[in-house]
């Protein structure tokens, strides 16, 4: 019950086509957080959304929030070969501070 | 610079090893985190503490051990009792609930 699931697991796409990968919990989640881990490195923090239907923007990354709270995406208009890595959504566990963390979905974008 | 420090950044442990992984921030945080990520498997929760001398197991804690005897450090010892601990270790922090991580680099063990 406090698990994500993140679909796809892999994403191969040419430079300049679009990706998105979703993050779907079977209960409603209070917030969801995303993070990137480039190759090699560690996860860094992109955002958090904590209301219902939310959609925040960092420049070509597009963030959704489902109006029942229980999924979410990433959307990445025209991809750049800066955006290689592995894309993670995480939830907080009801004990706690701590995240519980979906598999990710690594992305590949050939020039 | 504020961040959190991990070392070694490569581990190697023998048979029958307990071995250590160092964290330390200098964030002021109050809530420190160690995390396993295997490939394809996503990182998963070991132990978690949200004050000094107070710690919490996650999902996968049997082999590990840990403690808080300091504010900025939360050491990570993978003991003999882990049969599997070939794996990229993530410490992380954060200052409460519902607020971001901070990850450090990582430390990768293997087993010679």
């Known amino acids: 019950g406090q698990q994500v699931m993140q679909i796809p697991q892999y994403q191969h796409v040419q430079e300049g086509e679009d990706f998105t990968t979703y993050c779907n919990s079977s209960t409603t989640l209070s917030n969801i957080q995303w993070y990137k881990q480039r190759p090699g490195g560690h996860p860094v923090f992109l955002i958090q959304l904590v209301k219902s239907g939310e959609v925040k923007k960092q420049k070509r990354l597009t963030f959704q929030f489902g109006e029942a709270k229980k999924n979410s995406s990433l959307h990445i208009t025209a991809t750049q070969t800066t955006d290689v890595g592995t894309y993670f959504c995480?939830?907080?566990?009801?004990?706690?501070?701590?995240?519980?963390f979906g598999k990710g979905t690594s992305l590949l974008v050939t020039p | 610079d504020g961040g959190i420090t991990q070392s070694p950044k490569y581990l190697f442990r023998k048979e029958g090893q307990n071995v250590t992984l160092s964290c330390e921030q200098n964030l002021n945080h109050d809530a420190m985190y160690w995390y396993r990520q295997d490939p394809g498997q996503g990182l998963r929760l070991i132990y978690y503490s949200q004050i000094v001398n107070d710690f919490q197991k996650g999902d996968i804690a049997e082999g590990y051990s840990v403690s808080r005897e300091k504010k900025e450090s939360f050491p990570l010892t993978v003991t003999s009792a882990q049969k599997n601990p070939t794996a990229f270790y993530l410490c992380a922090s954060n200052q409460g609930a519902r607020e971001k991580l901070f990850f450090g680099s990582g430390t990768q063990l293997s087993v010679l």
């Open positions: 995480a939830r907080g566990r009801h004990s706690g501070y701590a995240l519980n």
